[in-house]
Each structure stands twice: as C-alpha cells, then as structure tokens.
C-alpha cells in the first residue's frame, strides 16, 4: 500500500537519498519560539547525551524525529533497535521498496553497536540481501534476533551459521525450517543463547536434543504450533540455568518428556497422556504451571494420569491454570462403585485458574471440591464462557446431595472472579456457595458472557436491590464486595496466565 500521509512520503525520501560524509558535531539548537515544539526540552541535558538516548528508538521514530528536527539529522543512521516490523512494512508502497529502505539503513548505519535486528518479510529471493543484514547485525554485537517470515509462502530454510555469535543472547524465529549440522560440526553461538522461541518452525527430535546439549546457558525455550517432531525429551541435567518451558499446539507432537530439576515455569498445551513430567517430587522447583489439555478423545479422563500429575508432579506450584479435563480426573466422581474424590493437597497453590470446556461434565460442585484441596488459595479465576452448567439427573442423585453436606471452609480465600456469568441457576448456585464458606472473601467479581445475549435473566448491573436479594444473606465475609461488570469494559484483577500465549 503506497504511503499518503506526507509524513511518510518525507520518511521513504529521507531513506532513499544518499547520507551526508560530513556530520556536523554542533546541532543548532532549537527556536524556543517554534510553536510545534516537535522536540521536548529536557532542560540541561546535553545533546550528544539525547542523541545517545533517541539511538534505542526504532527506525521509524528516529525518521520522524529527524525530519522534525535539524539538530538529530543523522541520529538515524546509529540506531540500536532496527525494527522492520509490520508497522514499518505497512507504510511503504511495494516489497522493492521495503527491500531497498532497508538496504539503505544498512548501508548508512555508522553506529558501532546494533542491540537487536527485528524484521517481518516474505524471504524468497531475497535471502541473499537477509544475510547480509543479518550477518552485518551481529557483527555489531546483536543480542536479539527476531525473524517473522509467516507472510512468505514457504517456510524460509534459515542457515545455522546465523546463530553462531558469542553476543546473541534471544532468538525468535518464525515460519521457517531449523537444521543443525552433525555433532561433528559445532555452532559456538548455541552456548550463548538464552532465550529461543520458535513459531511455525519445523524442527527435528535430533535438532531439539542438539539445542540441549549444546545450549548451556539455555533459560527459556517457547516452542508452538511447530512440527517435525514427534516424541521430544527436555532433559537439563547438565544445564543448572534452565527455567522455563513453554510447548503449545504442536500437533505431531505426541509425547513430551519433561526431566529439568531447575524448571520453575512450565506451559503446555496438548494431550493429557502426551504430557510425561519426570521430576523427582521431593527436588521439583515447579512454581509456575499452565496446562491447556484437550478434551480426551474417549469422553473419560483418566483418572490415574490427573492422580499422578497432581500428587507427584506439580504439588509444590504456587500458581496454576488448568482445564476442566483436570477435572473431570480429580474431582469427586463414581469411582468402583462409590462416589468419592482423589486423595490429594496442593498445599502452596496461591492463584487457580480454571477454563470450563463445553465438553466436560464438570460444574461448580466440582470446582468448590477442587478448591477445597488448596488451603492456601488466594484467588481464584473460573471461566465459563464456553459451558452452560445442567442440572441432569447425575446431578440430582450425586452432586447436589454432595453440596448439602459439604462442610470444607475457604479460609484464605480473597478473591473470585467468574469469566462468562449468565445468571444460571447452578451459576448462582456456585456463588452462594463460595460466598458462605469464604471468611476472608474481599470481592466476587462477576463478568458477563462476551456474547451477551446468553444471559437468560434481565439483571443490570445498576440493579443493586437484585443483586442485594441474591447474594446479601450468603455472605459470610462482611467486607466483600459484589462487582459485576462488562466482558467489554471489565478492567479488575485478571490471572497470571492466558490461556492462548503464541
């Protein structure tokens, strides 16, 4: 799309023209009659010391800031943050422009240090002019590497020898192929890493156990909707520094086995069976855990993967995001012949959050039951945007009997917020029941659906008398406030964690 703003048609002739040989050292300063003001003033600073500070902006604004102002003319060509990322795309005319703007600031760069190389583009013929680029970025030191090539039509062959720089600390890389050479050919640049995040890649078992092995310092790997792999081992023995590991959506991926004595954060997103964590319970430092499991293919949980998971291997999180696959598994159910829940405590948990999918069988029985084995639970997060609770005739015989006699207290509870409230009778249900077994309850937040048209009662949220006849006689905290809010304009507390974080 051809630029019309004639801001950008003076920044693509400012990068077209050939830059000056000369600069001036002496910046004229600026007329305090000027009633733009395009500059601030920052009263004594010095302009050397500004221009320094204006070199982290991206390429764009430095434009900008030198067609406004003569004194930073040339601070453009020492950015430290070369950033050709779809705003910057956007605004020129065709891809030969894009392609010749940036071989222009390439070129012009005099700046001795280059931080971080960012660009979206489609590669084909043009993987000549990217690694020069890119070879040029580390040569001056970059520390971040970012390469999004999901509008190319194929997947962008990226060479290995790219990543071999002992400066280049993040990689992220984006609808491309990744290969490594054989053990016999090293990559120096992969000790130093310590971030990799990897989108749309196909990558290999072998390139994956590559990464390990030769990654020392690896503290973070983010790896999603990816393929080529099938059964993939982290295991991070020799590696004291790795902490978090994030694998989501990866749909030939069938097991993930998961051995890192150091991991603290861990995303999944996939199959429950194909989750395998090997952490010594008794050493795991597991304080952060999200997991996103789809619905099992046979309707049934099993029960003896979400007992295991729970009692062995995420018994000392702090903050957990979970489906309601997890439980359909741990929640009090028909177990040979007798309607009882798993034995189990997560002692440390501080924040649950739970998604409700439209396939589960689960209600607000099974998450009061679930709550009830946190005694540290502070808040809690439950979205039922996508489930409507039924009152069918299990619910009758088992789970409404069970509330009547149910007698756990949420001591610590503080906060609970439900994502989706339609003002159901088992919604409702759900919330008289957290309201008068939580003492120490600050506030109830109720969202409504993002689709508001499946609320079933007309209830405002203006309407106080309604909602003081509902919920003013099962408060047992006096100092807990009922809020209700828009999905649209809700801005209170929110989790930790999104359930989608690719």
């Known amino acids: ?19 000056e040989t000369k600069i001036s050292k002496k910046v004229p300063a600026v007329r305090r009659r000027n009633p733009r003001k395009l500059v601030p ?55 030969d422009e894009f392609v010749d703007v940036i071989n222009h600031i390439m070129d012009s760069h005099i700046g001795e240090v280059i931080d971080s190389f960012h660009i979206l583009m489609d590669p084909t013929d043009e993987d000549k002019s990217l690694s020069r ?37 993040t990689v992220r890389l984006k609808y491309c192929i990744v290969t490594l050479p054989p053990v016999t050919t090293p990559v120096k640049g992969l000790r130093f890493l310590t971030t990799l995040v990897l989108r749309k890649v196909h990558i290999t078992d072998f390139t994956i156990r590559r990464i390990f092995k030769n ?42 086995d998961v051995d890192c004595p150091t991991l603290l954060s861990l995303h999944y997103s996939g199959t429950l069976q194909g989750l395998r964590i090997l952490n010594n319970p008794r050493t795991s430092k597991l304080d952060d855990v999200m997991l996103n499991f789809e619905a099992p293919r046979t309707g049934i949980t099993p029960h003896y993967l979400v007992e295991r998971l729970l009692t062995h291997n995420i018994s000392t999180v702090s903050v957990l995001t979970i489906t309601s696959t997890v439980l359909e598994g741990a929640t009090a159910r028909m177990r040979n012949g007798v309607f009882a829940s798993l034995n189990l405590c997560l002692w440390n948990l501080k924040e649950l959050q739970v998604f409700m999918d439209n396939t589960s069988f689960c209600n607000g029985v099974d998450i009061a039951d679930f709550v009830g084995k946190c005694p540290r639970l502070e808040k ?18 088992h789970q409404k009997p069970f509330i009547d006699t149910f007698s756990t207290v949420f001591q610590n509870l ?35 659906p993002k689709n508001k048209d499946q609320i079933i009662h007309d209830i405002e949220p203006s309407n ?29 507390i929110s989790a930790k964690h999104l359930r989608k974080w690719y």
């Open 41 to 95: 003033s920052f009263g004594n600073v010095e302009e050397d010391v500004l221009a320094h500070i204006f070199t982290y902006l991206p390429p764009r604004k430095l434009v900008q800031l030198s067609v406004m102002s003569k004194r930073f003319k040339e601070t453009w060509r020492y950015c430290r943050n070369l950033v050709f990322g779809n705003d910057f795309y956007r605004r020129l005319s065709n891809r």
């Open 133 to 169: 680029w890119i070879k040029k970025a580390l040569e001056k030191g970059t520390k971040v590497l970012d390469l999004d090539f999901d509008i190319s039509l194929k997947p962008f062959a990226f060479p290995y020898v790219l990543m071999d720089s002992k400066f280049l600390r």
């Open 1 to 19: 799309m051809a630029p019309t703003t004639r801001q950008s048609k003076s920044q693509t002739s400012l990068l077209s023209q050939k830059p």
């Open 414 to 448: 503080k906060v609970m917020k439900v994502k989706g409230f339609k003002f159901l009778g088992q919604e409702i249900e759900m919330v008289r029941l957290f309201l008068r077994r939580s003492f120490q309850m600050e506030e109830m937040i109720l969202v409504y």
């Open 215 to 256: 990654c020392w310092n690896l503290e973070t790997l983010d790896m999603s909707e990816c393929n080529g792999a099938s059964h993939i081992s982290f295991s991070t023995h020799c590696n004291k520094r790795f902490k978090t590991l994030k694998v989501g959506n990866c749909s030939e991926l069938f097991y993930v």
């Open 464 to 492: 106080d008398a309604v909602f003081s006849g509902l919920f003013q006689n099962w408060k047992a905290s006096p100092k807990v406030q009922i809020l209700v809010r828009e999905n649209s304009s809700d801005k209170t």
């Open 380 to 397: 809690l997060f439950v979205d039922i945007n996508n489930v409507n609770f039924a009152g069918d005739l299990y619910w009758q015989l």
